[in-house]
C-alpha cells in the first residue's frame, strides 16, 4: 500500500511536536524513521495508527485515496497496524484471546476456527507460540510476533514498527527483520522506528530523519552513518575527553553473589570495586542488570554470597542499612520511586538529610535548598514541586540528593530521555562527587556510547549470566553489542580473557 | 481565577447551594416544607445556649475522629476502621473504671487513667488493620469495615454478656457510673470544657505535627509516594503504622469521652457513626487541617438540630447525614468539574 | 434435625444468597471494567426501602424490582461520572454515596416502615419440581432465585465466552490495549458501572419483596450487607462463578450460625452472628498474602514439602484484580 503524509502537524500546547511533515512510501518498502528522543517520530507514527489525531490541515492518503484516521480502529480498517514499543496486549490472558481480542464477528467467536488461523499464520512466519500459553509467559519479542500475526490477520497493510529490538534477543531480531523482509516483498509497507543506527542501515530501503518535529533529511543506501547521525542532533557530536581513573581503596566487594528473582537466576557474581571507579552495566533491558544494581543497593536479598561494603559485611541488611554506609540509589523512574510529587524541593533536600530534630527548621531548609538549586543548576525554586520539573531538572534533583559521606552510587538510566548537553552536565557532577567523596559508581544504561563512555570497567548481562568486568577502554561498540546480543560469550567453565 | 483560593470558594460556595437545593426537592417530594425543615434544624442546633451545648457534644468526638483521620489521610489511608477504634476505646475506658468502682482511688486519677486506657486500646485496635495492611496485603478499607462489626459485636457480647446489668442486660448498656467518675460539666449545661478542650488540643497538635514536624513530613511523604519516601531512607512501614496508632489513639479518646463525658456507661451505639462522620469531614474539607473545626462544628449543629425533626415534621432524623452527604458528594463532583476547567483553560 | 429440614434448609441458604448473587455479579462486572463501586451498601439499602415502596404503591412486584434497578443504575451512573468524566477518586466518591444512600433510604422510608406489603411467593416448577433432592432444593423457589442461578450463568458466559466479555476483560486489564483494538474505552466503562449497579440495584428488592420481606429502617438488617458483598467480589477473584461461590458460602456459614446457636449454647449468640466478619477478614488475607515479601522468604526457609504444600495453596487462593482497576484512562 502507498503512504502519502502531507503537511501534518500536531501541537502539544506551545510546542510542536510535529511541523509540516510529508513524507511518501512506495508499497513493498521498508521506511526507516530516525530521529533522537523527542524529535517527533512516535507522534508522526501515532497520527498515522489512528491513537492521535493531528491538527487540521494536513492529509492522510493512502493508494492515492484521502482517508481520515480518527481512531486506531479506523486505522486498522483502512489497513494501518502499529506495533507498540511496550507491546499494547493482556499480559494475565491466553495467547488465543489476545489475537482474537478486537476482530468484529458474533457473540460468540468461533474458537476453532480462529485456532486455525492462528496456527497457520503463526507457522507461515515460524514463529512458535503456543496459544494457550499465557500472554505473561511470553518473551517480549514473543509478545512481538503475536501481535504481527494478530495485525496481519486484522488486514494490516501497513505495519508501523516503533523501536521493536529493545528488549528482544539476537535470534529474535535476526526473526523480525526476516519476517519483516518477507512482508515487504508481498507488497506490505513497513515503517521502521528507531533510533539505533545499525537496525536502520541493516534492514531499510529508504530512511528520512526527524529532528524537534520536522523532517531534516533522506538517504537511500548506501547509507553514510556519520551523515545521519549529523541530521539527527544537528552537530557533531563528541562527548569529551575521557578521564583516565585514580582509584583508591576498595568500596564494595562482592563474593560470589547469587540474585534470584520469578524470571531470573544470577549465579556467582564476583567483584572489586575501588573508590573512584565506575562500572556501566550494560545488556538487553531485564537480562539482570535490574536485579544486580538492586542487590547492591540491598533492595535485593542475595540467596548465596557475601555483599561486603568498606570492610563491613551487609549481607541481607536491609535497604536503610546500605544507606546508611553510604550507598545511595537513583531509580529510573523518577516521579515513580525516586521523587514524590507533590512535596516541594526544599521537602526532598530536607528528607535527604534525615534531619534529626522535631520541629521543622524552615530557615535552615531554606538555605539547604537554595544551595543546592544553584550548586546543582536545578531551573526551579525551593518550593517548586517536584513533577512541575522538567525530566533533566528532575535527574538534577536526584543528584542534588546524594547524602555525603558518600560511598556507592547506583544509578539506572541515569541521562535516559535528557538533552545531551543534560547528559554531559550529569556525568560531570557524578564524577566530581564520586572524586570529593572518595565514592564508586555503577550505573545501567541501554545505550552503549554511554556505557563505553562513561565506565572504566563494564560488565554484560544476557538472560541471567554475567561477564567479568571488562576493560571499558579496550571495548568496541561491535563488541559490546555482540555480549548483549549473547554472541562471544566464552563457553561455560573457559577462564575468561 | 479558577485556580486561585477564591476560585475554590466560589465553587464550594456553588456546591453548597447546588446541596441545599437538592435537598430541598427532597423535602419537597417527600411533602415536607424545606423553610421549616431548616428553620427547625436551625433553631434546633444553635436556638439556646443549652442546645448549642449539645451540639459542642456531638462537636468533640467528630473532632477528635476528624483529626486522627487527618493523620492516616495524610499517610495515604482510608482509614474506615475508625469507626470501630471509637468503640475500642469506650470499651477500654469502661474496663479501666470497672476495676475502680469499689475503690477509694482519687476519681481525678481514675479518669484521667481511664481516657488514656481508652486512647491505648483504640490506638491498638487500628494497629490490627494498619498490620492487616502492612503484613497481610489486606486493604485498610476492608480489614477496617471487618473490624467495625467484630467492635460493634464485642460490644453486644460485653453489655449482654459479662458486664451485664444487675438483672436484666438490655440494649440500654451496662450500669451507669457512679457521679464521681464523669468529667466535670459546666453548670447547668450537658456539656464538659475538659472534653471541648481536649478535643481542640488534639486538632491543634494534628495540625502542628503535620505542617511543623519533621515526623509529619515525612508521613505527608509517604502518603504520596510511599516508593520513593522508602527510597529517600523513610522506613515506610513503621510510618504507616505510626498514622494508624495516632488515628486510633484520638479515636480512643472520643470514645473514652462518650463513656465518661456523655453516657457514663457502655452503650450498644456508643460511635454513633462519628467514624463515618468524620471521613466525611476529612474529605470536606479536603484534608486541611486548619478547617477541621469550622466543618465539624457544622456538622455536629447538623446532627443535634435534627433531632427534633420527628416529633415538629414527622421527618427521620436521618435528614442531617442526606445533607451531610449530599454536601459532600456535591464539593467532590463541583471540584472534578473545577480541575477539568481547569485544565481546559 | 431430620433430612427434611436440612433441605429446607439448605434451599433456603440458596434463597438466602440470592441477592448478595446480585450485588456480588454487579460489583464483578463493574470493577471487570476498572471502575471500582463502593457505594453497594447504600445502594442495597436504598433499593430495598424504594423497592419495597414502589410495590407497595403500585401493588406490583414488577415495578418494585425495576425501580430498585433504576436506582442501582443511577447511583453507579454518579460513580460513573465522577470517577470517569471527572476523574475524581472512585474510592471517596464511592464512600460517600454508600453513607448518603443509605440515609437517604432511612429518611424516605420513614412512612412505609413496618407497614405489610407484597412479597414474592415460591414459584415451584411444574415436574422438576417432584424431582427427589434436586426438586426441594432448587425447584420451589422464589423467582428471584431462579433468576440468580440464570446471572451466575450468564454473567460468566459473557465474560468469558463472548466477544464483549473478552474485551470487558481487556478493558479492566489495559484500556490502552483495548483502545486500539477498537473499544471506546469510557463509554464501555459507563456502560458496565451502570450495568452492574442495575444489578446491585436488584439485590435490594430481592430483600425487602423475598428474603425479609417489608421495610423495617434502621432495623432491617442490611446494614453491612454491601461492604460484605464487596468484600465477597475479592475473594472472587473477579469471576462470576468464584464470587457466587462466595456469596453461597456466606449464606451457607449464616445458616449454619443460626442451626448451630441452640446447640452451642456456651458460645454467645453475638459471636456466631459476627464469625462471618473475621472470616471476611481471613479470606481476604489468605487471598492477598501470597504477595507479602516476608511470606516469601517464611516459605524460602520452610522444608521441600512445606514449601510446596503452601505454595500451591497460596496461588490457588491467590486472586489479581484488573491491572487498571480504579485507573482512569486517557488517549495518549
Not at chain 1, 531480531?173 to 528507531?194: C, D, R
Not at chain 3, 431430620?2 to 454487579?26: D, H, K, M, Q, R
Not at chain 3, 407497595?56 to 451512573?77: P, Q
Not at chain 3, 473478552?166 to 486500539?180: D, F, S, T, V
Request: glycine share 10%; with cysteine; net charge neutral.
Amino acid at each position: 500500500m502507498n503512504v502519502d503524509l502531507r503537511n501534518i502537524h500536531k501541537h502539544f500546547g506551545k510546542t510542536y511536536a510535529n511541523k509540516g511533515i510529508n513524507l511518501s512510501i512506495q508499497s513493498g518498502t521498508i521506511q526507516g524513521i530516525l530521529g533522537e528522543n523527542g524529535a517527533g517520530k512516535s507522534t508522526l507514527m501515532k497520527v498515522l495508527s489512528g491513537f492521535i489525531q493531528a491538527d487540521p490541515g494536513g492529509e492522510i492518503i493512502l493508494d492515492g485515496k484521502s482517508v481520515v484516521i480518527n481512531s486506531p480502529a479506523d486505522a486498522i480498517h483502512v489497513g494501518v497496524g502499529m506495533l507498540h514499543q511496550d507491546p499494547l496486549d493482556f499480559p494475565p490472558m491466553r495467547v488465543l484471546d489476545n489475537f482474537m481480542l478486537g476482530r468484529s464477528g458474533g457473540l460468540f467467536p468461533n474458537r476453532t476456527t480462529v485456532r486455525q488461523d492462528f496456527l497457520k499464520l503463526a507457522e507461515q512466519f515460524d514463529f512458535s507460540l503456543d496459544p494457550d500459553n499465557y500472554v505473561d509467559a511470553l518473551t517480549v519479542g514473543e509478545r512481538q510476533q503475536l501481535e504481527i500475526i494478530r495485525l496481519l490477520w486484522m488486514g494490516a497493510r501497513v505495519l508501523i514498527l516503533d523501536e521493536p529490538t529493545t528488549g528482544i534477543s539476537a535470534s529474535q531480531k535476526n526473526k523480525l527483520f526476516a519476517t519483516l523482509k518477507t512482508l515487504a516483498g508481498q507488497g506490505m509497507t513497513i515503517i521502521f522506528v528507531s533510533h539505533k543506527l545499525e537496525d536502520v542501515e541493516f534492514l531499510c530501503n529508504q530512511v528520512v530523519v526527524l529532528r524537534a518535529g520536522e523532517l531534516v533529511g533522506e538517504m537511500h543506501p548506501p547509507f553514510d552513518a556519520v551523515k545521519l547521525v549529523e541530521m539527527m542532533f544537528g552537530k557533531v557530536v563528541t562527548l569529551g575527553e575521557r578521564q583516565p581513573i585514580q582509584t583508591g581503596d576498595t568500596v564494595l566487594e562482592l563474593k560470589g553473589v547469587s540474585l534470584e528473582d520469578v524470571r531470573l537466576k544470577i549465579k556467582n557474581i564476583s567483584l572489586n570495586l575501588r573508590a573512584g571507579e565506575v562500572i556501566g552495566l550494560a545488556g538487553l533491558e531485564g537480562s539482570g542488570q535490574d536485579l544486580f544494581i538492586r542487590a547492591c543497593a540491598g533492595l535485593v536479598r542475595p540467596v548465596g554470597g557475601r555483599v561486603i561494603l568498606k570492610g563491613k559485611d551487609l549481607t541481607g541488611k536491609s535497604y536503610h542499612a546500605f544507606k546508611h554506609e553510604g550507598v545511595n540509589f537513583l531509580p529510573a523512574a523518577r516521579l515513580e520511586e525516586g521523587l514524590v510529587p507533590g512535596l516541594s524541593l526544599t521537602d526532598h533536600f530536607v528528607l535527604a538529610e534525615e534531619p534529626k530534630g522535631v520541629f521543622i527548621d524552615k530557615a535552615y531548609g531554606q538555605k539547604l535548598a537554595e544551595e543546592r538549586i544553584k550548586s546543582f543548576n536545578i531551573r526551579g525554586n525551593p518550593t517548586s514541586t517536584v513533577e512541575s520539573l522538567s525530566g533533566g531538572n528532575q535527574q538534577r534533583a536526584e543528584l542534588a540528593l546524594l547524602q555525603s559521606p558518600l560511598s556507592l552510587i547506583l544509578l539506572e538510566h541515569p541521562t535516559r530521555g535528557l538533552d545531551i548537553e543534560s547528559v554531559i552536565y550529569i556525568w560531570s557532577k557524578l564524577k566530581d562527587r564520586c572524586k570529593q567523596d572518595g565514592a564508586a559508581i555503577i550505573f545501567i544504561s541501554s545505550d552503549l556510547d554511554e556505557v563505553l563512555q562513561y565506565s572504566d570497567r563494564l560488565m554484560v548481562f544476557f538472560s541471567g549470566d554475567v561477564s567479568e568486568p571488562i576493560d571499558a577502554t579496550t571495548t568496541s561498540i561491535e563488541q559490546l553489542g555482540q555480549l548483549i546480543g549473547g554472541k562471544g560469550w566464552p563457553q561455560k567453565g573457559e577462564p575468561h580473557a | 481565577m479558577l485556580k486561585s483560593r477564591l476560585g475554590g470558594f466560589v465553587f464550594q460556595l456553588i456546591a453548597f447551594l447546588l446541596a441545599l437545593g437538592f435537598v430541598s426537592l427532597i423535602l419537597l417530594a417527600v411533602g415536607a416544607s424545606p423553610f421549616d425543615a431548616y428553620k427547625n434544624m436551625i433553631t434546633g442546633s444553635v436556638g439556646s445556649g443549652r442546645k448549642f451545648a449539645e451540639v459542642l457534644v456531638s462537636f468533640v468526638p467528630l473532632l477528635l475522629v476528624t483529626a486522627g483521620l487527618l493523620v492516616t489521610f495524610s499517610a495515604g489511608l482510608w482509614n474506615i476502621g475508625v469507626e470501630g477504634q471509637i468503640v475500642l476505646g469506650a470499651i477500654g475506658t469502661t474496663w479501666v473504671l470497672r476495676q475502680f468502682v469499689e475503690s477509694s482511688v482519687s476519681p481525678w486519677l481514675v479518669i484521667s487513667l481511664a481516657i488514656l486506657g481508652g486512647m491505648i486500646v483504640g490506638a491498638i485496635w487500628a494497629s490490627f488493620a494498619g498490620m492487616l495492611k502492612t503484613f497481610g496485603g489486606v486493604n485498610e478499607i476492608f480489614g477496617g469495615l471487618g473490624l467495625n462489626f467484630v467492635a460493634t459485636a464485642l460490644t453486644l457480647y460485653l453489655i449482654f454478656g459479662p458486664w451485664k446489668r444487675d438483672g436484666v442486660a438490655s440494649m440500654s448498656g451496662t450500669e451507669p457510673f457512679p457521679e464521681a467518675f464523669a468529667l466535670p460539666q459546666l453548670e447547668g449545661f450537658r456539656i464538659s470544657p475538659w472534653a471541648l478542650v481536649i478535643a481542640l488540643v488534639a486538632v491543634m497538635i494534628v495540625y502542628f505535627i503535620l505542617n511543623g514536624t519533621y515526623f509529619g513530613l515525612k508521613i505527608i511523604a509517604v502518603g504520596k509516594n510511599i516508593r520513593a519516601a522508602y527510597l529517600l531512607g523513610i522506613p515506610t512501614w513503621q510510618y504507616s503504622l505510626y498514622s494508624f496508632l495516632i488515628c486510633g489513639a484520638l479515636a480512643g479518646v472520643a470514645g473514652a469521652l462518650q463513656v465518661t463525658a456523655v453516657y457514663y456507661r457502655l452503650i450498644p451505639a456508643i460511635s454513633s457513626g462519628y467514624g463515618y462522620l468524620g471521613l466525611m469531614v476529612a474529605m470536606l474539607i479536603n484534608y486541611q487541617a486548619i478547617w477541621a473545626v469550622p466543618v465539624a462544628l457544622f456538622f455536629a449543629a447538623l446532627n443535634i438540630g435534627s433531632i427534633q425533626l420527628p416529633i415538629v415534621m414527622k421527618l427521620d432524623s436521618s435528614l442531617s447525614g442526606v445533607l451531610q452527604g449530599i454536601l459532600v458528594l456535591f464539593v467532590l463532583l463541583t471540584e472534578g468539574v473545577r480541575q477539568k476547567i481547569v485544565k481546559k483553560g | 434435625m431430620n433430612y427434611e429440614t436440612l433441605l429446607i434448609g439448605l434451599a433456603g441458604v440458596l434463597a438466602a444468597a440470592a441477592p448478595i448473587i446480585f450485588a456480588v455479579l454487579g460489583e464483578t462486572i463493574s470493577e471487570r471494567a476498572g471502575v471500582i463501586n463502593l457505594s453497594m451498601n447504600g445502594t442495597i439499602l436504598l433499593t430495598a426501602m424504594s423497592g419495597f415502596a414502589v410495590a407497595y404503591t403500585t401493588d406490583s412486584l414488577f415495578w418494585g424490582f425495576l425501580a430498585g434497578m433504576l436506582i442501582g443504575a443511577l447511583v453507579s451512573l454518579v460513580v460513573a461520572f465522577a470517577s470517569i468524566t471527572l476523574k475524581q477518586s472512585q474510592v471517596a466518591i464511592g464512600f460517600v454515596l454508600a453513607l448518603t444512600s443509605r440515609d437517604l433510604a432511612y429518611f424516605l422510608g420513614n412512612p412505609f416502615m413496618g407497614v405489610p406489603g407484597p412479597r414474592l411467593q415460591a414459584m415451584p416448577i411444574p415436574f422438576l419440581s417432584d424431582i427427589p433432592i434436586l426438586g426441594p432444593l432448587f425447584f420451589k423457589q422464589e423467582a428471584s432465585t431462579y433468576i440468580s442461578f440464570l446471572a451466575i450463568v450468564l454473567a460468566w458466559l459473557w465474560v468469558f465466552r463472548t466477544r464483549p466479555g473478552l474485551m470487558l476483560q481487556g478493558i479492566g486489564e489495559k484500556p490502552a490495549a483495548a483502545y486500539i483494538r477498537g473499544a471506546n474505552v469510557n463509554f464501555m466503562r459507563y456502560v458496565y458501572t451502570v450495568v452492574g449497579g442495575a444489578l446491585i440495584g436488584l439485590a435490594g428488592p430481592t430483600y425487602s419483596l423475598g428474603v425479609r420481606a417489608g421495610w423495617m429502617g434502621t432495623i432491617s438488617g442490611l446494614d453491612g450487607i454491601g461492604w460484605i458483598a464487596l468484600s465477597i467480589t475479592i475473594f472472587g477473584g473477579w469471576n462470576p462463578a468464584r464470587a457466587a461461590f462466595g456469596a453461597y458460602l456466606f449464606a451457607f456459614l449464616q445458616w449454619l450460625g443460626l442451626v448451630l446457636q441452640p446447640v452451642l449454647t456456651q458460645v454467645p449468640s453475638q459471636v456466631l452472628q459476627v464469625a462471618p466478619f473475621p472470616l471476611m477478614i481471613l479470606t481476604l488475607l489468605l487471598v492477598n498474602i501470597g504477595d507479602a515479601e516476608w511470606v516469601s522468604r517464611t516459605l524460602a526457609a520452610m522444608p521441600e514439602s512445606a514449601r510446596k504444600f503452601f505454595t500451591k495453596f497460596l496461588r490457588a487462593m491467590r486472586a489479581s484484580p484488573p491491572a487498571a482497576l480504579g485507573v482512569p484512562f486517557e488517549r495518549d
